[in-house]
């Protein structure tokens, strides 16, 4: 019985290391000229609190235009930061994280929404919790 033990311990070691090749189909990718790297965005976590303030990355914000000069100036800076490296390629993606207070008035995160889309913004998601 240890022996058994002993030997599946030892196998599921190798397979997490490894050692032996786990099953699948091996497949030669074809090639092609126009081959586009795909690079994922990079996120940014807006919050809208119930109290009326938003927050950008750490920052709190008053009113929604300030968030605005500072979520364009971290676009902008992506932008020259995207054009300036080989890595990625020019025009990064800014994905937007949206956290809501749930006491949040909706007219908040519509005016959110349409701020980031009126700014170039097209990436932007919602987050919730699971409910219990």
Same mark, same amino acid.
């Given at each position: 019985?240890?022996?058994?033990?002993?030997?599946?311990?030892?196998?599921?070691?190798?397979?997490?290391? !490894?050692?032996?090749?786990?099953? &699948?189909?091996?497949? !030669?990718?074809?090639?092609? !000229?126009?081959?586009?790297?795909?690079?994922?965005?990079?996120?940014?976590?807006?919050?809208? &609190?119930?109290? &009326? *303030?938003?927050?950008?990355? &750490?920052? *709190?914000?008053?009113?929604?235009?300030?968030?605005? /000069?500072?979520?364009? /100036?971290?676009?902008?800076? !992506?932008? /020259?930061?995207?054009?300036? *490296? /080989?890595?990625?390629?020019?025009?990064?993606?800014?994905?937007?994280?949206?956290?809501?207070?749930?006491?949040?008035?909706?007219?908040?995160?519509?005016?959110?929404?349409?701020?980031?889309?009126?700014?170039?913004?097209?990436?932007?998601?919602?987050?919730?919790?699971?409910?219990?």
């Amino acid at each position: 019985m240890i022996d058994v033990m002993m030997f599946l311990l030892v196998f599921f070691v190798l397979i997490s290391i !490894n050692v032996i090749p786990a099953l &699948g189909i091996k497949m !030669n990718l074809p090639s092609a !000229n126009s081959v586009k790297e795909d690079h994922p965005p990079v996120r940014v976590i807006l919050g809208i &609190g119930s109290d &009326g *303030t938003y927050q950008l990355e &750490g920052q *709190t914000f008053a009113s929604l235009e300030g968030l605005q /000069a500072s979520l364009l /100036a971290i676009k902008n800076q !992506n932008e /020259a930061k995207s054009n300036s *490296t /080989a890595s990625r390629p020019s025009g990064a993606r800014l994905a937007v994280i949206i956290n809501g207070d749930e006491l949040s008035p909706l007219q908040r995160l519509v005016d959110v929404m349409d701020m980031l889309k009126s700014n170039g913004i097209d990436s932007m998601t919602i987050a919730a919790k699971k409910k219990q």
